[in-house]
């Protein structure tokens, strides 16, 4: 979760608010919120860093699954204990939970005063006026929104449907942090059966690279130097613009946008890997080697029964070609498990799949039914205590395979983006190439060189210890650096 770490200069008028966004869910939802809150500076309203200093909370939700859409209503009624406390007098709901549930929540959280959906996004200003002035606005229909965009890029020029992150928006940093997200595209073409995201985020949209290459260089402005692409499905970038490798052109161009030291690319579908993908992002200079693959399976029939395509020998011949390109290479995942019909000899697979596979880094998440998917009417279903426990043993062997992945990388010669300088006797933190932001470990420096150590800096060290997924590194000095991991 996040709120506004600096307050930005807004517009002066007569009728100033003060509005603090609080963010969860992906890096997606960030990139929404720095859109909304410049709508709102631009239209006079100050943005705060406490919700508690704040007339107007705004809550950025996410609606993924199902501990993300309690945690979403558990801060939409923290924030609303604040009504009675001191300066705020409205909380409002917006992002995946407020579209993709409208006046249910609406409903079933009065507590909240106004659920707002995307199409409410343009005048957001104008939306949080009419709440502060005592009107309660209708929250927004459920709709399936592949529906409401056409295919063709120049026809989507007409349509009067919302893209939240699309195109060339006002937007404010958040977070003055070395890192910010950068929107590839919106919305998602795939039909997994067990994710509901393209009904409530749209078909797949990419951005125009003009567009993106503008806000990288705006972004490199305000401090950024690492960017980290991010959408749905970033193999798919350019698909809808006539152009299915335009990734692999637009990747080294962001990567030499002045002031960035490091563009990242996150969520690839491991059955839309080309070569040439995987040699731009393995060895393009300025691009993390990172592969953040979204396996969710290994045993090819509950891939199917996931809409999804793979199998252990496919996925681990990606790897190879990954590891081919690029031997320093992070490579992060994501699996499911208690999938409905999963058998032990499924489970099984998986677990061997990880062994063999070598991941820095897997999130293990145990299956659960959502609203409008294909496999909530599956049979088949596990009982809730079989995932539990299933998840349980995946985790364990994970936790152990991360913790060995790690120590494989004492030795090696990494290059840090610090993000924290440290205070009294803390060391500097960052990350290297191989990590990802907030989910895949950090990378503390201790001795050597001090070149270099306040935040935005990069240091080339050298892996000299790991704790789980962290790593400790010395800093080298110019005569003893090689090529690193970058």
């Known amino acids: 979760m996040t709120t506004a770490a600096k307050p930005p200069t807004a517009h002066p008028t007569d009728d100033r608010r003060t509005v603090a966004m609080v963010t969860l869910g992906c890096a997606r939802n960030e990139v929404d919120s720095e859109e909304l809150a410049g709508r709102l500076a631009a239209e006079g309203f100050e943005l705060v860093a406490d919700a508690d200093r704040a007339e107007t909370v705004v809550v950025n939700t996410c609606g993924f699954v199902e501990s993300a859409k309690k945690d979403s209503v558990d801060v939409l009624l923290q924030a609303a204990d604040l009504k009675g ?83 060339l928006a006002d937007r404010v940093r958040l977070d003055s942090g070395p890192t ?28 125009r690279p003009s567009d993106v290459l503008a806000e990288a260089r705006w972004l490199a402005e305000q401090g950024a130097r690492e960017l980290f692409l991010v959408s749905e499905n970033s193999t798919s970038y350019g698909k809808d613009l006539g152009d299915l490798r335009l990734l692999e052109t637009l990747l ?27 040699e731009a992002i393995g060895a393009t200079p300025g691009v993390a080697a990172y592969f953040d ?16 395509f793979g199998d252990p020998d496919a996925f681990l011949g990606l790897l190879e070609r990954v590891r081919e390109t690029a031997p320093l290479a992070g490579v992060r995942s994501n699996v499911i498990v208690g999938f409905p019909g999963e058998t032990d000899e499924d489970l099984q697979t998986l ?94 420096l201790t001795g050597g060189s001090t070149e270099r150590r306040s ?21 080298l000095p110019p005569e003893d650096r090689g090529e690193g991991d970058e």
Do not use: N, W
């Open 85 to 167: 406390e001191g300066r705020t007098r409205a909380v409002v709901a917006v992002g995946c939970l407020a579209e993709r549930y409208g006046g249910e929540l609406a409903d079933s959280l009065p507590e909240a005063d106004a659920v707002l959906g995307f199409d409410d996004y343009p005048d957001i200003a104008a939306r949080l006026r009419s709440v502060l002035a005592g009107d309660r606005p209708t929250a927004p229909t459920p709709q399936d929104r592949r529906l409401l965009l056409p295919l063709s890029p120049v026809d989507r020029q007409d349509t009067d449907a919302v893209v939240p992150g699309h195109g």
């Open 180 to 207: 910010a997200a950068l929107k590839l595209a919106s919305g998602c073409d795939r039909r997994c059966s067990f994710c509901a995201i393209p009904r409530f985020r749209g078909s797949f949209v990419s951005r």
């Open 252 to 278: 080294p161009e962001l990567a030499a946008v002045d002031g960035v030291e490091r563009v990242r690319v996150s969520y690839l579908q491991p059955a839309e890997m080309r070569p040439s993908l995987v």
């Open 293 to 308: 693959l979204s396996f969710q399976h290994a045993a090819a029939g509950v891939l199917r029964r996931m809409r999804r």
């Open 351 to 444: 677990c061997d799949f990880l062994v063999a596979a070598r991941l820095d880094v897997t999130g293990v998440f145990g299956y659960s039914d959502e609203d409008g998917t294909e496999a909530a009417a599956y049979d088949g279903k596990l009982d809730d205590d079989e995932i539990a426990a299933r998840v349980a043993h995946v985790t364990d062997l994970v936790e152990e395979l991360t913790s060995q992945r790690a120590a494989e990388r004492v030795g090696e010669e990494v290059r840090v983006l610090v993000e924290s300088a440290g205070d009294g006797d803390a060391d500097p933190e960052g990350r290297a190439a191989h990590q990802g932001p907030e989910v895949d470990g950090v990378t503390t």
């Open 455 to 475: 935040p935005g800096g990069l240091v080339v060290a050298r892996v000299v210890a790991s704790d789980g997924a962290d790593l400790v590194a010395v800093p």
